[in-house]
């Protein structure tokens, strides 16, 4: 088969961007979306389905599980939940039953850059399965920046009408 595909730098593809990519074709790709969970490509408002790294990444998992492995789509099924399991590790961390009082860590621990670089170093290096993707790193930093903001609004609307 192929080498290593170097997927762009982009948000979302396009369903003819992703076949040129994979080189799989469009029905094939439509018929995968069918059988795998994995692969779950957003909506535009116009109707067109546009679809993320992460669906890349399942589509050339699913092509290397049925075209270099020869497994059956079944089995394929059951490998790709092991490889690469659809909730991401937020997810599993912050369920139904979460309590924010059972977290033991600073303010400053959270939002201190070299505590966010060790836990994606961690990532990085200690599971085998890789469930977070650059990109969910990348919105996640972006996401903890807006926080930190909101942070910094809220105190100072507290200092200014003497909130306590």
Known sequence: MQ?????????????????????VKSYVLRFWESEFSEI?????????????HRDIEAILLIKRLLFEDKLTIEKAKAEMKILMPRES???????????????????????SETAVNEEVQFVRENLTKRVLIESDLKKLMLAK????????????????????
């Open 145 to 164: 920046n807006k926080l930190i903001e909101i942070l910094n609004i809220t105190e100072v609307l507290h200092q200014k009408n003497h909130w306590s």
């Open 3 to 23: 080498g290593i595909i170097e997927i762009p730098n982009k948000s979302s593809f396009k369903i003819n961007e992703v076949c040129a990519l994979t080189g």
């Open 40 to 52: 779950a490509p957003l909506c535009s408002s116009s109707g067109q389905k546009l679809y993320e």
């Open 89 to 111: 590790l937020v997810e599993q961390n912050f369920s139904d039953n979460f309590s924010f009082e059972d977290v033991e860590i600073s303010e400053d621990e959270f939002f």
